[in-house]
């Protein structure tokens, strides 16, 4: 008889952040933040600008240390950046003098993978962006949605079990942006990763997530958590999504207020 034990990491969050602060000199970006995000779950941050979304991501991905409190993942400390934490920005980031398919295989060629694995890898990936018969074009000649789907499957090809995306489809029109949603979701679904996808639009947010966390701002926290069950795909004009939307707006608008931009 095959006796299962139970997991010592059955109920661990995948990430764990727990009472981090960062401050910028005087500045205090960010206070007092908890989170605990499940392994394999999609959750965007949202706020207006200045809440400190790219400070938490940075914080997650190694790139910035808390100025007191704890990021984990996977229970241990984030000393600093790893393959294991892929990121996606909004400015590609590509290398211009790079073929998608070298660009894709940059991660696995520092892995010290031989060249014919490498070019194997790029390819899966690339394939799976929507990028198949693409891979020797240079990122000059490709739109600005085929570059982020470059960027997507640069980050994928090293395996990170938690992909850090950084307001990914924000330079990119309506309809791209919107294809793009759907393409992560899909990639996602088939390739499960722990997400953290920082946002300024709320729809895109309910569209994609598991869970919402709105920040506040000065000093950048956690105002609100909304866990979204609508099922997907998640259609926007579902009565769910609409008032979702309006509730969450509601929130965004009064910090943004509070700011006194508008
Ligand atoms: N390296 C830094 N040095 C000094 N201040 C910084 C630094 N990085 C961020 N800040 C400040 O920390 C605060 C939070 O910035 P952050 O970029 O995390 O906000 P954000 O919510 O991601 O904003 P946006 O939506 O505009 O990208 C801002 O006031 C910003 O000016």
Not at 146 to 160: G, S
């Amino acid at each position: 008889m095959l006796v299962t034990a139970p997991s010592a990491t059955a109920s661990r969050p995948k990430v764990s952040i727990r009472g981090a602060a960062k401050q910028f000199g005087k500045m205090v970006a960010l206070q007092g933040v908890d989170l605990e995000l499940q392994e394999n779950s999609f959750t965007c941050l949202l706020g207006p600008s200045g809440c400190g979304k790219s400070t938490l991501l940075n914080m997650i991905a190694g790139f910035a240390e808390p100025s007191a409190g704890q990021v984990l993942v996977d229970g241990l400390p984030v000393k600093g950046p790893s393959a294991d934490r892929g990121v996606v920005f909004q400015e590609y980031a590509l290398f211009p003098w790079r073929t998608a398919l070298d660009n894709v295989a940059f991660g696995p060629m520092l892995k010290g993978r031989g060249k014919a694995e490498q070019q194997e890898i790029a390819r899966r990936y690339l394939a799976l962006v929507g990028l198949a018969g693409h891979e020797a074009k240079y990122p000059g000649n490709l739109s600005g949605g085929m570059k982020q789907r470059v960027a997507i499957a640069r980050a994928l090809a090293n395996d990170p079990s938690v992909l850090l995306m950084d307001e990914p489809f924000g330079a990119l029109d309506a309809q791209t942006r919107e294809t793009l949603q759907e393409e992560l979701l899909r990639i996602w679904e088939q390739d499960r990763k722990t997400v953290v996808f920082v946002t300024h639009s709320i729809s895109e947010a309910i569209f994609l997530a598991d869970r919402i966390v709105v920040m506040a701002t000065r000093p950048g926290a956690v105002k609100e958590v909304f866990d979204v069950e609508i099922p997907r795909p998640r259609e926007r004009s579902d009565p769910e999504f609409v008032r979702l939307e309006r509730e969450i707006k509601l929130l965004v608008r009064a910090e943004v207020q509070k700011l006194g931009v508008i």
